[in-house]
């Protein structure tokens, strides 16, 4: 059966009568008043800097090496953030609950917004790190992932395979696997570094729509000898309009539909010189998180 559009859900909402409580959960991650830098990776060539971001809690995912274990994502990757925009606990108590919090286990998940700010450092000691080339990749699984296994339909690691390259392999900036599926239950990825996840590789690759879709992918140039430009700004936002039920904080912990709610953002940039390893710049998020119950 087709999903509900809009105005279906709307009708349902009003005859249910859901909605008298509307919550909008805030989050921030990165740079603060001090500008204190997104802690970034290095990639196998050391000439390039990376990290990622997932919407939502980090996904349990496939470990690298021919084992059938997962852990989180982050694991032991500090340059792995995460923003946990669908934590919105259930309170019943309406005299007391605010605007982070649902009154009912029953509601809708309307949207997701989130605004990003990423800003280019000129005064450095190093002036080839004063103007560098971005990439930024907004994507998600075309299965369900989760932090919870179980809620998790599949546990790729994008960190492999993001990226499509020649020899029949799938890469991303820690290793690559082979593009066949996984084998007996056991994954066959690899944490080799390769000429295929160099930096340069990095930037220009193409990406992996056979098992991911992909919301943006941008390159874009800041810096001194760019006319000066150094900050970039975007929006994401996530039209949702979904039915949940689930006593879980987490409202991606719940059987109501297969959806996959886990989205990554990840950001490399280079100073394309020989001589200079890249400067990660200042990253800051906003979300907000739209919630009706009640």
Same mark, same amino acid.
């Not at 005064?123 to 790190?129: A, F, G, R």
């Not at 998600?140 to 790729?156: C, I, M, T």
């Not at 929006?235 to 297969?258: C, G, I, M, R, Y």
């Given at each position: 059966?087709?999903?509900?559009?809009?105005?279906?859900?709307?009708?349902?909402?009003?005859?249910?009568?859901?909605?008298?409580?509307?919550?909008?959960?805030?989050?921030? !991650?990165?740079? /603060?008043?001090? !500008?204190?830098?997104?802690?970034?990776?290095?990639?196998?060539?050391?000439?390039?800097?990376?990290?990622?971001?997932?919407?939502?809690?980090?996904?349990?995912?496939?470990?690298?090496?021919?084992?059938?274990? /997962?852990?989180?994502?982050?694991?032991?990757?500090?340059?792995?953030?995460?923003?946990?925009?669908?934590?919105?606990?259930?309170?019943? @108590?309406?005299?007391?609950?605010?605007?982070?919090?649902?009154?009912?286990?029953?509601?809708?998940?309307?949207?997701?917004?989130?605004?990003?700010? !990423?800003?280019?450092?000129?005064?450095?000691?190093?002036?080839?790190?004063?103007?560098?080339?971005?990439?930024?990749?907004?994507?998600?699984?075309?299965?369900?992932?989760?932090?919870?296994?179980?809620?998790?339909?599949?546990?790729? @690691?994008?960190?492999?395979?993001?990226?499509?390259?020649?020899?029949?392999?799938?890469?991303?900036?820690?290793?690559?696997?082979?593009?066949?599926?996984?084998?007996?239950?056991?994954?066959?990825?690899?944490?080799?570094?390769?000429?295929?996840?160099?930096?340069?590789? !990095?930037? /220009?690759?193409?990406?992996?729509?056979?098992?991911?879709?992909?919301?943006?992918?941008?390159?874009?140039?800041?810096?001194?000898?760019?006319?000066?430009?150094?900050?970039?700004?975007?929006?994401?936002?996530?039209?949702?309009?979904?039915?949940?039920?689930?006593?879980?904080?987490?409202?991606?912990?719940?059987?109501? @539909?297969?959806?996959?709610?886990?989205?990554?953002?990840?950001?490399?940039?280079?100073?394309?010189?020989?001589?200079? @390893?890249?400067?990660?710049?200042?990253?800051?998020?906003?979300?907000?998180?739209?919630?009706?119950?009640?």
């Amino acid at each position: 059966m087709a999903p509900f559009n809009k105005r279906q859900i709307g009708y349902i909402k009003a005859i249910a009568d859901v909605g008298g409580h509307t919550s909008y959960k805030t989050g921030t !991650l990165g740079a /603060t008043a001090n !500008l204190d830098k997104l802690t970034a990776n290095d990639t196998h060539d050391g000439k390039g800097k990376y990290a990622f971001i997932s919407i939502g809690k980090a996904p349990q995912v496939w470990t690298s090496g021919a084992t059938d274990t /997962t852990h989180a994502i982050n694991t032991s990757r500090p340059w792995f953030h995460q923003i946990p925009v669908y934590d919105v606990p259930v309170n019943t @108590n309406e005299t007391d609950v605010d605007t982070q919090e649902r009154v009912t286990p029953e509601c809708y998940l309307e949207s997701v917004h989130a605004r990003m700010r !990423l800003i280019q450092e000129l005064d450095v000691t190093d002036n080839k790190q004063s103007h560098q080339e971005y990439r930024m990749l907004v994507f998600r699984h075309k299965e369900r992932q989760s932090d919870d296994v179980r809620f998790a339909e599949n546990f790729s @690691n994008p960190l492999y395979d993001m990226f499509l390259a020649g020899s029949n392999y799938k890469y991303g900036p820690l290793g690559l696997r082979s593009k066949a599926d996984i084998n007996g239950g056991s994954n066959d990825y690899s944490g080799a570094s390769n000429n295929s996840n160099d930096t340069q590789s !990095l930037m /220009t690759m193409m990406t992996n729509k056979q098992d991911y879709v992909f919301m943006k992918d941008v390159r874009f140039y800041l810096g001194k000898e760019y006319g000066g430009k150094h900050i970039y700004e975007d929006v994401f936002h996530w039209d949702h309009a979904d039915p949940v039920a689930t006593e879980a904080t987490d409202l991606t912990h719940n059987e109501s @539909n297969n959806k996959n709610y886990t989205w990554y953002i990840a950001i490399f940039c280079t100073t394309n010189t020989s001589d200079t @390893n890249a400067d990660f710049p200042y990253v800051r998020f906003d979300t907000t998180t739209h919630v009706t119950s009640g």
